[in-house]
C-alpha cells in the first residue's frame, strides 16, 4: 500500500518542473500529511473499538461488529505505514536539536534532504537517483544502534540496502617465515652429543683446548650453529658466502643449552687467522657478571693464540679499560683487541668519550640474552654501535676502496666495493618471536636456530599464539608448594634442614626481602646463608658466588641479579620463595639448575591468590609439567618454637639497622 503511494508521487514528480530538491521536499510534506491523516483515522478507530470493547463486556455487542472488526484490521496495516514515518520524526527532531551545535550536520541535511528524506530515498526502491544514494549514505553515518532501531522498528515499508551492521574481519598476525621456520635444535642434550672433531673447520690447537677443558662432544646447539657462523665468514672476513653479505644469526635454546660456546668457539676460530689486530667482535652483555663470565670463558679459548680479549664491564676504572683498548706509538693507534666484552652503559661510555675504541673493522656484532638487551634498547647503545661502526661511510675515507656503508637495499652497485660486513649474532632462552621487537635490531636475511618449534605456533600460515611459548631444559622437574605468607620461612628451613637439599639458590623479588629472609635465617643458625643483591659492592657479589660455587654457602638468596646467565656449577635446587610475574623470569631463575644436560629441581612457593595464575601461565609457555609439593604443618611443628623467638631477634637487628 505505502509502496504504492509513494511510487504514484514519484510520477507527479516526474512529471512536474521542480528541481529534484524541491521535488523531495514536497514528496516529504505529502507524505507527513497522509500519515497525519492517517494517524488520526487510526486514533478515531482505537476509540471507537475500545467503546466497542467496553459494549461487548456490558453484553451489548451487536451483528455487524465482526466486520468493523475485519475493518480496523486493514486499517492497522496502513497506521503501521504512518508508524513508519512517525520514526523518522524523532530523527529529525534529534538532528534539529543538534543543529545549532553542528553546523557541517546541517548543511549535508539540506543537501540530502531531511533524515525522513533519505529514508524514503532509500524506499523509493533502489535507488535512481542521487536523492537515493545520498539518504543511504546518511543512514550508513548514523551509529549502529540507531540502525538497529531503524530496522527493528515496525514499519510498512520494505527497507531495501543492508543496514546491518557487518562483523568486523579480524586480523591474524602471522609470523614471518625466518621465524616461522626455523633450523630445529635438538632439546635433548644427553642424546644428541656430537664429537667435536665432527665439526669441520675447527683448528687442531681449538680442538686441543676443547678436550683439555673437558669437551669431547658438542651440545646440539653448537652442533648446528659453531658450522653456521664458520661458513658465513668461510671467505675471509670482507665478504660472505657466494660474496654476498652474511645472514645475521638468531639463537633460541633452553637455558644451560650450552649457548656461550656456540658463538666463542667460531668467533676466535675465524679471527685466529686475521693479520692485524683490531676490534673485530663485539660481545653485548645486561650485567658486569655476566660480561665477566663470558669474558672468561673468550680468554680460556683465546689463550696461546694471538687473539687478544678485553672487558668493558666498569671492573676497572675508566683510565685502565682505556689502556687495555688500544696504544699510540710514534703518533699512531694501535688496537690491543681483537674481541671486546662489554656491558651497554660501560660500551657507550667509551664510545663517546674513548677515541681509542675503534670500531670500524667490527665483523661480529654478539648480543647475549637478546630480549634483555632489545628490552634495554631504549639506552640506544646499539644505534650508536652501528653509527661508530659505519663511521668510515662518511668524510674523507669515502673515497677509499674499503670504505663500509650502512646496508640498504641490495643493488649490483652497492656490491662492488668490498666491505667488510657487520653480521649480528644474537642469543636467549628466551628469545621474543614478536617481528615487531626483533625490527629494533635492523637485522639482515636473519637465520633462526631454536629448539622451539612446535605446529601450531609458528607456522606461517597458522595464527601466532598469544603468548610466546620456550623450551625448558630436559632434566628439570618443577614443582609448586602451596604456602602461607607466614609459613613461608618454615618451608625453606624445612628444605634445608629436614629434606636436606643443598646448595639451593633462593630467588625474592626485591633486595629488601632477599635481606630479611637472610638476616632471619642467619639468626636461626644452623645453615650456611649468603645473600647476593645490589645491596653488595660488585666485588662483594663476585667473592658471595665464588663462595656458593666452592660449596661454602649452602643457602644463596638473590634477587633476579643472578637469574640471568648466570653459570653456577651444582646447583641442584632453585627456590622461587616469591613467585616470579613474569615467565622469562621464572624460566631463567629456574634454568639456574638442569644445565648441560644434567638434573635439577624447581620449587615455587604459591600463595592460594597466586596459585591459578601462575600455573596458567607456566603451562601456556610450554613447561612440560609442573607438580603440586604438599609440606605438612606437622613437618614444620618442631621448627616453629625456635622460628617465634628469631622473629622477635629480628626485629631488634630492624630497628638497629635502621638507626645507623
Ligand atoms: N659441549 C659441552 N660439553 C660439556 N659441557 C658443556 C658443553 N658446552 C657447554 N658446557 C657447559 O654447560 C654449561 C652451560 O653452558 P652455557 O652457560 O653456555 O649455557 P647457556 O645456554 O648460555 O645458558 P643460559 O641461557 O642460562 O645463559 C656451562 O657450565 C658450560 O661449561
Known amino acids: 500500500m505505502s509502496l504504492f503511494l509513494v511510487n504514484r508521487y514519484l510520477g507527479e514528480e516526474e512529471d512536474g518542473r521542480t528541481s529534484k530538491e524541491s521535488r523531495s521536499q514536497v514528496l516529504l510534506a505529502k507524505l507527513q500529511q497522509k500519515a497525519k491523516e492517517r494517524q488520526k483515522q487510526s486514533l478515531i478507530e482505537q476509540t471507537e473499538a475500545q467503546d466497542v470493547k467496553k459494549k461487548r463486556k456490558t453484553g451489548q455487542d451487536s451483528v455487524q461488529e465482526p466486520q468493523r472488526h475485519k475493518k480496523r484490521k486493514s486499517d492497522v496495516v496502513a497506521l503501521h505505514s504512518s508508524d513508519s514515518d512517525n520514526h523518522d520524526e524523532p530523527v529529525e527532531e534529534k538532528k534539529k536539536k543538534t543543529k545549532g551545535a553542528n553546523e557541517k550536520q546541517k548543511k549535508k541535511k539540506d543537501k540530502s534532504g531531511s533524515s525522513a528524506e533519505g529514508v524514503s530515498g532509500a524506499l523509493v526502491s533502489g535507488g535512481d537517483g542521487p536523492e537515493d544514494t545520498g539518504g543511504q549514505e546518511e543512514a550508513e553515518k548514523d551509529s549502529p544502534e540507531q540502525n538497529s532501531q531503524k530496522t527493528s522498528a515496525p514499519t510498512g515499508f520494505t527497507v531495501l540496502g543492508g543496514f546491518e551492521s557487518k562483523p568486523v574481519q579480524k586480523v591474524h598476525r602471522v609470523l614471518p617465515q625466518w621465524l616461522a621456520e626455523p633450523d630445529v635444535i635438538h632439546r635433548d642434550i644427553k642424546n644428541n652429543l656430537v664429537p667435536i672433531s665432527n665439526i669441520s673447520g675447527i683448528s687442531a690447537q681449538l680442538l686441543k683446548k676443547l678436550q683439555n677443558n673437558g669437551i669431547l662432544h658438542f651440545f646440539p646447539v653448537q652442533a648446528e650453529v659453531i658450522p653456521a657462523i664458520l661458513e658465513s665468514a668461510q671467505q675471509g672476513l670482507l665478504i660472505g658466502r657466494g660474496g654476498y653479505k652474511p645472514r645475521d644469526i638468531c639463537v633460541s635454546a633452553p637455558t644451560g643449552s650450552g649457548k656461550t660456546l656456540s658463538f666463542v668457539i667460531p668467533v676466535i676460530q675465524v679471527l685466529m687467522e686475521r693479520v692485524v689486530c683490531e676490534v673485530r667482535a663485539l660481545a653485548v652483555l645486561p650485567t658486569k657478571e655476566l660480561a665477566q663470565q663470558v669474558y672468561k670463558v673468550f680468554t680460556s679459548y683465546a689463550e696461546g693464540t694471538t687473539v687478544k680479549v678485553v672487558m668493558l664491564a666498569g671492573q676497572k676504572s675508566f683510565a685502565a679499560e682505556q689502556a687495555s683498548l688500544s696504544e699510540h706509538r710514534g703518533g699512531v693507534r694501535r688496537s690491543l683487541a681483537d674481541i671486546v666484552v662489554a656491558t651497554p652503559g660501560r660500551l657507550v661510555d667509551h664510545i663517546n668519550k674513548n677515541s681509542g675504541l675503534c670500531l670500524e673493522q667490527l665483523r661480529f656484532l654478539i648480543i647475549d640474552e637478546a630480549d634483555r638487551m632489545i628490552d634495554s634498547m631504549h639506552q640506544s647503545w646499539l644505534s650508536q654501535v652501528v653509527k661508530v661502526v659505519y663511521r668510515s661511510g662518511s668524510g674523507s675515507e669515502t673515497t677509499s676502496i674499503f670504505r663500509r656503508t650502512e646496508p640498504a637495499h641490495i643493488t649490483a652497485a652497492s656490491l662492488s666495493p668490498p666491505q667488510v660486513p657487520l653480521q649480528k649474532l644474537l642469543f636467549s632462552a628466551t628469545l621474543t618471536q614478536n617481528p615487531e621487537k626483533l625490527q629494533q635490531l635492523g637485522l639482515h636475511q636473519p637465520r633462526l636456530f631454536s629448539s622451539v618449534h612446535s605446529q601450531s605456533s609458528t607456522t606461517a600460515a597458522a595464527p601466532t599464539t598469544k603468548q610466546d611459548r620456550f623450551d625448558f631444559p630436559q632434566g628439570l622437574t618443577e614443582y609448586y608448594v602451596p604456602c602461607t605468607l607466614s609459613n613461608k620461612p618454615l618451608l625453606i628451613l624445612h628444605f634445608i634442614l629436614r629434606m636436606k637439599l643443598s646448595p639451593v639458590l633462593c630467588f625474592t623479588n626485591s633486595r629488601e626481602n632477599a635481606h630479611r629472609l637472610y638476616l632471619l635465617l642467619e639468626l636461626f643458625g644452623g645453615i650456611q646463608v649468603a645473600e647476593f643483591s645490589s645491596r653488595l659492592s660488585p666485588g662483594e657479589r663476585k ?86 609439593q604438599m609440606v605438612k604443618p606437622e613437618n614444620l611443628k618442631s621448627l616453629e618454637v625456635r622460628y617465634e623467638q628469631t622473629l622477635r631477634e629480628l626485629a631488634d637487628v630492624i630497628k638497629e639497622e635502621k638507626n645507623k
Open 543 to 628: 667473592k658471595t658466588l665464588k663462595g656458593f660455587e666452592q660449596g661454602k654457602i649452602q643457602l644463596l638468596i638473590s634477587t633476579d641479579a643472578a637469574a640471568r646467565g648466570i653459570d653456577i656449577n651444582g646447583v641442584k635446587c632453585v627456590v622461587n620463595y616469591d613467585a616470579p610475574q613474569y615467565i622469562r623470569t621464572y624460566i631463567h631463575r629456574v634454568g639456574r639448575t638442569a644445565r648441560a644436560g644434567k638434573a635439577g629441581l624447581a620449587f615455587t612457593f604459591l600463595l592460594s591468590v597466586q596459585e591459578k595464575n601462575f600455573l596458567q601461565m607456566v603451562v601456556e609457555a610450554g613447561s612440560p609439567g609442573i607438580q603440586k
